[in-house]
């Protein structure tokens, strides 16, 4: 531990879209900005991976907010789309056209707008089918390159500093040393749960330490049991599910080799089962663009009655129109002609930390945006293309809120270090035995009875992991708490809403499934 108190005005803990645009506009009103992130940059945040796309209102916000309302299974909160609908198309123009000069794909007549599942109308834009990392690169260096932000890279954050219902700083972990960051406001925007679950579209490291520290601070969660699946990544039966050393996770199912995005079915691409059957039209009126939750379990559904789902993409020019995907399916192998193979894969939570139109949480000077967050926008279902917007707008709004106050260093919690080391894989041994039960008890498909028996797991993991904490300091341990917490909450939640919705899909296993009406 260091003598002198560290302080900064605004502390950022991520540095995905939602963290860089809370650093930004934090800066903006002359804060001295600190953004800690445990990316290994740039590929570590969840904002490169994304494909297709940044969706804006356009001129026609009243409709985006009817397709938003429509896909969350009129679940959203309507003020909350406003906020969205409303700010999309200054935010857009403000942080990546004018600031960074993002040169989203043009056509004869302007921005090449695009749709994907569930929109009404063409209002994404997009570059390639890799956006994120158009957005993501330019926007980390100019915020590296700004005087008011300093960037700590590598950098974990291990626990919030909080005193009477007030949030003062946080406990950060770099190379091994623990220092307490004591800010004015903190801004948690540290991304998704891709690390709960075998199969995930996420990048590593993504195991809910936001939504684990706040809960933990006694900051209110909702919405957790609302976890989106990505219905088509790429999955290889040559690649075991992540941390599973090849025998976890669910037998045969594979690893997910690359995210196929949206926007491939949005221009005409065809889901096709093992008998080579299209089956969507089967499940909903708007076949392969109905909403993502339909299409997870409609997949997932094709792939036990038939062994595989494949993408067809001979109705489009795939090479020319997708060509980073096109590269993607021959590095590993795929050959795009015959059909992509995909199952769906954990892909974004739509809950999180409760927060209002602000980014504020139900603790004092606490801030959650991203996905780490819970603003109301997607209900039980997000529509494609809105986490990008949903991150640069309440980051902008978040960290314009969060400036102005100053730090107040107060005595912080001691990080005991009095036991031996860790067994090496101890962290890894119970990640395995989190992600299975994630996977087989709080997937997309949820039977009450299993829910039940996932929570009695958790507990006892949790009760284990808590255990280790009180005398052991290390990041590995701390990641593993935050998970641990993240994933009893989602089993909680879901166990809790006894309702179907959304990405909420409660079946009774004892009943027979429903043949597939697919011709």
């Not at 429509?70 to 969205?84: F, K, R």
């Not at 978040?398 to 009095?418: C, H, Q, T």
């Amino acid at each position: 531990m260091t003598d002198d108190p560290i302080t900064t005005d605004v502390l950022v803990i991520g540095s995905g879209i939602a963290g860089l645009a809370a650093a930004l506009a934090a800066a903006r009103e002359g804060d001295d900005v600190t953004l800690a992130t445990k990316a290994t940059r740039p590929e570590g945040s969840s904002s490169w991976w994304a494909q297709g796309g940044i969706a804006i209102s356009r001129d026609t916000p009243e409709e985006f907010k009817e397709d938003i309302m429509a896909a969350s299974d009129g679940t959203a909160d309507p003020d909350a789309v406003d906020v969205l609908v409303e700010s999309a198309n200054e935010a857009v123009e403000d942080v990546l056209l004018e600031t960074l000069d993002v040169e989203f794909d043009q056509n004869g007549s302007g921005h090449d707008f695009t749709r994907e599942a569930a929109h009404s109308e063409d209002r994404i834009l997009h570059v390639d089918a890799s956006t994120g990392k158009h957005i993501h690169v330019p926007f980390l260096n100019y915020i590296d390159d700004h005087d008011g932000v300093e960037i700590l890279d590598d950098t974990a954050a291990l626990e919030l500093i909080r005193h009477e219902g007030r949030v003062h700083g946080a406990m950060l972990e770099s190379d091994g040393e623990v220092d307490p960051y004591f800010a004015g406001s903190v801004v948690l925007a540290t991304g998704g749960i891709g690390d709960l679950y075998p199969r995930t579209t996420n990048p590593d490291n993504t195991t809910g330490d936001g939504i684990g520290m706040a809960a933990l601070a006694g900051a209110e969660v909702a919405d957790m049991e609302y976890v989106q699946f990505h219905p088509t990544a790429c999955t290889l039966d040559s690649e075991p599910p992540r941390g599973s050393d090849g025998g976890g996770g669910t037998a045969g199912a594979g690893d997910v080799a690359f995210l196929v995005s949206e926007a491939v079915r949005g221009e005409g691409g065809l889901l096709r089962n093992g008998d080579g059957e299209r089956f969507m039209p089967g499940y909903h009126a708007d076949a392969e663009l109905a909403p993502r939750d339909v299409v997870a379990r409609a997949v997932k559904a094709e792939r036990e009655a038939t062994g595989e789902v494949t993408l067809d993409v001979s109705p489009l020019d795939f090479a020319d129109e997708f060509p980073n995907l096109a590269d993607r399916c021959e590095e590993h192998g795929v050959d795009w002609t015959d059909g992509i193979p995909v199952a769906p894969a954990e892909h974004f939570l739509c809950g999180g930390i409760s927060v209002d139109d602000r980014g504020r949480t139900t603790l004092d000077r606490l801030y959650a945006v991203g996905e780490c967050s819970r603003t109301g926008v997607h209900g039980a279902n997000r529509l494609a293309s809105t986490s990008l917007l949903e991150g640069l707008v309440w980051g902008l709004r978040a960290g314009e809120d969060a400036a102005g106050a100053e730090p107040e260093p107060i005595e912080a919690p001691e990080l005991l270090e009095r036991d031996p080391d860790l067994p090496e894989r101890f962290a890894r041994d119970k990640f395995q035995r989190l992600t299975r039960v994630m996977d087989e008890n709080v997937g997309v498909k949820r039977d009450p009875a299993d829910l039940q028996r996932a929570m009695a797991v958790l507990r006892r993991l949790k009760g284990e992991v808590d255990a280790y904490v009180r005398t052991r300091t290390s990041r590995s341990l701390y990641e593993l708490r935050h998970a641990s917490v993240t994933a009893l909450l989602i089993a909680r939640h879901a166990a809790e809403n006894e309702e179907s919705v959304g990405t909420h899909n409660l079946v009774d296993a004892s009943e027979e499934p429903p043949e597939s009406t697919a011709d």
